[in-house]
Nanobody, 115 residues
Framework: QVHLVESGGGLVQPGGSLRLSCAAS????????MGWYRQAPGKQRELVAS???????NYVDSLKGRFTISRDNAKNTVFLQMNSLKPEDTAVYYC?????????WGQGTQVIVSS
């Protein structure tokens, strides 16, 4: 069974930074499109960013310039660097691995941006 384990969430003040990590196991990590999604209370889960096996990235327009997705295929890990955080970034952040009909999710990590 595929495991995706997120870490790095927590409480941060507005303007601060966090780096999320997602470690994958039991998966041929290098071929999957990896993504970060988030779900705020009362809202639908939304895409934050994704990165292909070759390193091409895609971001939701509203987050460009503040968030950066990257991956280390040797370590089966995908990262999300989040800078200049705002209260509206508060959400549970989920890691996703996608390839064709295969779609896997992590359990999520909570990010709270508050003073």
């Amino acid at each position: 069974q595929v495991h995706l384990v997120e870490s790095g969430g927590g409480l941060v003040q507005p303007g601060g930074s966090l780096r999320l990590s997602c470690a994958a196991s039991r998966i041929i990590f290098g071929v999957y499109i990896m993504g970060w999604y988030r779900q705020a209370p009362g809202k639908q889960r939304e895409l934050v960013a994704s990165i292909t096996s070759g390193g091409s990235t895609n971001y939701v327009d509203s987050l460009k310039g503040r968030f950066t997705i990257s991956r280390d295929n040797a370590k089966n890990t995908v990262f999300l660097q989040m800078n200049s955080l705002k209260p509206e970034d508060t959400a549970v952040y989920y890691c996703n691995a996608h390839l064709g009909n295969f779609n896997y999710w992590g359990q999520g990590t909570q990010v709270i941006v508050s003073s």
